[in-house]
């Protein structure tokens, strides 16, 4: 018999909770509102590094070049130590500059561990860092790395912890056999074929030239509407080795994307028409988007639907991110582009219809003008159920003098070879597109969006590149972290307050992959259904998070929770189950159920 | 649309008396009916018989590429275009087929991309240009400084644009005031609108909403705030929009012809006709082709 103390504790803490859902209800019932609120924390958790993009001193036309490669400061968050804190993978771009692998203390403090893990390199000198990506290629339940460079690519096997307890990594690129030049810019894994081993598609922005040893000027895009002479894909299918091991051999041609040659910026994938298979979607900058669907055979094939799913278009596609928008059960889609003074692209939330097609709704969600987007990612920061919307943007911040007017007197001259680096007059200390305001788009639960950057202090006007979003303090509110070209990156911690109700699940794959990307969960609460799926590096020079947060509103139980793995198991937990999930952060393995870690 | 082609016939006679003229007039209006039966490849063809045979007519021109925009296909604008291209090459010293070669381009921007646009633009200016080199015209100048008004002020082209405009406001007060003569007006404003000059663009608006009290968008201009303003006249000018290449207001609104070079001679106006459909026709309503030479 409990005693009186006990009953009243338990009592308030009834109340208490009573509290909390009633806080929840009351948020819920507003959603989209200008309650979202962020604290910028960089310094203090140590992770306020400034990116430095390569220089290209002493070369021919080297602003031109410095231009033209102006990114490379990504962000890639996963928990490489299973502590149950995602972690930061930052990245640098200039000659020797090291990376920085911060483990999360869980005290929303970060500790720089690159150096002994030996992941901290990787600019040399004929090579330029541009994207990461954590995945686990050989399913031993540590997550790998993937440094994506103007290059060769580095996967770092994830060796676990050495004596001093400190995690080791191995470069094992030769032995898996990513050893092929290529000019990446993007990284994403998914299972191509539903075979459990996650396979790698790398986005490709130059051909493969080496920018650094350069033997002609002709190495830019030879049209900007309609650019052919880009780098394209290639695609890995990972694959046993003779030693027991796992590799990688390329595909690209036999999967179907070897006719794609247009100056890739981000990819993405995704379930788009429900049938149990990963589809891709293709960013390409001066010319047209790409989307394929998975011929779901298990051949690992695709079929290009570019043309009757979404059109061609001209545009300058940045960054692909995928979710469910607007509850309807179909995953849609968010392009960035350039939109300013001079140049009106708009970018693209590309609603999926449901029969194959998909329609821009960008001006009608409000979402159409973000200045010359980059990455964006949905997430649901505060909780009411709906995906928000975070947007970086800006290209270069310098002087006041601006260099476009001198980049149109160029493009209209008479028989201007755009392929020719000579083409192209030198930036100097100009600005192009700078000092630009980050937009968040708080989702208004009615199909329009609402840009609630200033209130939720987050409007910066830094060039930024990568987001990655994640809880780095376990809280139930999403935090993100931005990086920004020859600039500071920022943490911006999740302060929102009477959000709504969570669920925040990390899924294990048995027969499946080992990180479960490709799975779909759709769970329900309060009479709504929520769709989301765990990707493997969505976001132009970004991944966030794999595990599946679910802003829930007032709900204050789930109902039920189903989840389609990619080994075509469907698995529907039990009630004991669903109901521990609320306000939690919960592992589940696939067959069995909830796991502790 | 007979009584349109009992004007032209009786205006192009009166003008030209040639066998060419009445031969040119006699595709153009089978042309007219091959759009009116949609039957748009045999149009376009008839168009372009017409043209050659009185290359420097405006309005054979104007019908030609308005077709091409109702079929609204990237292969249509790029076969008017090319016939454009071929038509000034044939004839270099006609400014209307300069002037529709230009407004050739500003049709086919909306199908192109972002930097396709900038390229068709300023080709179509160096085509407007020409024909401003060939022939000083209210429309020429308005034409091209209304295209200038398109290309945002970071480039630098609005004070060209004013010249241009201001040169048409000189022009139309050189002749009959005419309803279209407005658009200049318009246009000017629109031009202090783009650097910022917000009140200088309102006082040219009221001057020309006293000249012109009929007209029915310079209330719109003058009634918004300025934010409103800045709203409207942002999205009116977005690039990539498309803009209304179709100056049939010219020999439509009046029987002026202002629009002409300065050298031109103003036709003698044609007697009244009846047309077959019993309609009575005055020609200060229905207006003759805009043959310039």
């Given amino acids: 018999m409990a005693s009186g103390l006990g009953m009243w504790r338990a009592g308030f803490g009834l109340m208490a909770c009573w509290l909390a859902l009633a806080s929840a209800a009351w948020a819920a019932e507003m959603p989209g509102s200008e309650r979202l609120k962020f604290e910028e924390i960089g310094e203090r958790a140590g992770v306020r590094f400034v990116h430095s993009p390569r220089k290209f001193s002493g070369q021919h036309k080297a602003q031109v070049l410095e231009m033209f490669t102006y990114g490379g400061a990504a962000v890639a968050v996963g928990d490489y130590n299973n502590d149950g804190f995602d972690d930061l993978f930052v990245m640098d771009s200039d000659t020797g500059k090291p990376h920085h692998l911060m483990r999360n203390n869980g005290d929303m403090t970060f500790t720089d561990v690159a150096e002994s893990a030996g992941v901290a390199g990787g600019n040399d000198t004929q090579s330029i860092c541009a994207d990461a990506l954590w995945f686990d290629y050989n399913n031993d339940g540590r997550l790998d790395l993937l440094v994506a460079r103007f290059g060769t690519p580095i996967l770092y096997r994830n060796d676990g912890p050495g004596p001093d307890i400190n995690y080791r990594f191995t470069d094992v690129s030769q032995a898996v056999g990513l050893t092929k030049f290529g000019n990446t810019v993007a990284a994403i894994a998914f299972d191509i074929d539903n075979d459990g081993w996650l396979d790698l598609m790398l986005g490709n922005y130059f051909q493969p030239v080496n920018l650094l040893d350069l033997k002609t000027p002709h190495v830019l895009p030879n049209n900007l509407d309609y650019a052919d002479n880009g780098g394209g894909v290639t695609l890995w299918h990972n694959v046993p080795l003779a030693n027991g091991e796992r590799g990688f051999v390329e595909v690209t041609e036999a999967a179907g994307f070897g006719r794609h040659t247009g100056w890739t910026l981000d990819l993405g994938h995704g379930d788009f028409n429900n049938d149990g298979w990963q589809d891709v979607y293709i960013a390409g900058d001066y010319g047209t988007d790409r989307m394929f669907l998975n011929k779901g055979d298990g051949t690992g094939t695709f079929m290009e639907v570019t043309e009757t799913a979404i059109g061609y278009d001209t545009r300058k596609g940045m960054n692909v991110d995928i979710g469910d928008y607007d509850r309807d059960g179909w995953l849609d889609i968010y392009v960035t582009n350039i939109t300013d003074e001079y140049m009106k692209e708009c970018n693209m939330l590309w609603h999926n219809n449901g029969d194959g097609t998909f329609t821009d709704l960008s001006k009608e969600t409000g979402t159409c003008d973000t200045g010359w987007g980059w990455a964006a990612k949905f997430a649901d920061f505060d909780n009411d159920g709906w995906e928000d919307l975070f947007v970086v943007n800006g290209l270069r911040s310098a002087g006041e003098r601006n260099y476009i007017p001198a980049l149109v007197e160029m493009i209209i001259k008479p028989g201007v070879d755009f392929s020719d680096l000579n083409s192209y007059p030198d930036i100097e200390d100009m600005s192009w597109s700078g000092y630009q305001k980050k937009r968040l788009f708080s989702n208004m639960g009615d199909g329009t969006f609402k840009d609630v950057a200033a209130e939720a202090g987050v409007d910066t006007a830094l060039d930024g590149r990568g987001i990655g979003v994640a809880d780095f303090d376990n809280d139930g509110l999403l935090d993100f972290y931005q990086t920004n070209t020859n600039q500071p990156a920022l943490l911006f911690r999740g302060r929102t307050e009477n959000t709504g109700n969570w669920v925040e699940l990390k899924l294990i794959g048995t027969k499946s992959n080992r990180d479960a990307i490709g799975t779909r969960v759709v769970l329900t609460a309060g009479g709504n259904s929520y769709l989301s799926e765990v990707n493997g590096g969505n976001g132009y020079a970004s991944q966030s998070t794999t595990r599946l947060h679910f802003g829930v509103g007032s709900a204050s139980a789930v109902d039920r929770v189903e989840i389609r793995w990619p080994s075509g198991l469907v698995q529907t937990l039990p009630p004991e189950q669903v109901a521990a999930l609320i306000n939690k952060f919960t592992y589940i393995r696939e067959g069995e159920g909830l796991v502790k870690r | ?293």
């Fill in chain 2, 1 to 293: 649309m007979r009584w349109i082609a009992a004007v032209v016939v009786t205006a192009a006679l009166g003008l030209f008396g040639s066998a060419q003229a009445q031969e040119a007039e006699s595709l153009f209006q089978e042309a007219v009916q091959a759009t009116q039966v949609a039957d748009y490849e045999a149009a376009l063809t008839k168009f372009e018989a017409a043209l050659q045979a009185d290359p420097n007519n405006l309005r054979y021109g104007n019908e030609y590429r308005l077709t091409g925009v109702k079929i609204n296909q990237v292969k249509t604008y790029d076969r008017c275009i090319a016939f454009f291209k071929q038509l000034v090459a044939d004839h270099p010293k006609a400014p209307n087929a300069w002037m529709n070669l230009g407004y050739a381009y500003v049709d086919k921007i909306p199908t192109e991309g972002a930097i396709t646009q900038v390229l068709l633009a300023n080709t179509a200016l160096g085509h407007f240009s020409t024909a401003l080199d060939l022939e000083e015209s209210w429309l020429g100048r308005y034409t091209r400084g209304n295209s200038y008004l398109y290309w945002p002020a970071i480039f630098g082209r609005t004070r060209w644009a004013i010249a241009d405009l201001e040169k048409a406001v000189a022009l139309s007060q050189e002749t009959d005031k005419r309803n279209y003569q407005a658009r200049a007006y318009r246009g000017l404003g629109e031009a202090y609108w783009r650097l910022n000059d917000l009140e200088k663009a309102r006082q040219i608006w009221r001057e020309a909403l006293e000249l012109f009290p009929d007209d029915k968008e310079l209330p719109v201009l003058l009634g918004q705030d300025d934010k409103a303003l800045n709203a409207f006249l942002t999205a009116h000018f977005e690039p990539g929009k498309r803009v209304d290449t179709n100056v049939s207001a010219l020999w439509e609104d009046t029987a002026s012809q202002a629009w002409l070079g300065q050298d031109d001679k103003v036709p003698p106006a044609p007697a009244p006709i009846q047309v077959e459909t019993g309609r009575h026709v005055d020609t200060t309503e229905g207006e003759i082709s805009g043959k310039a030479n």
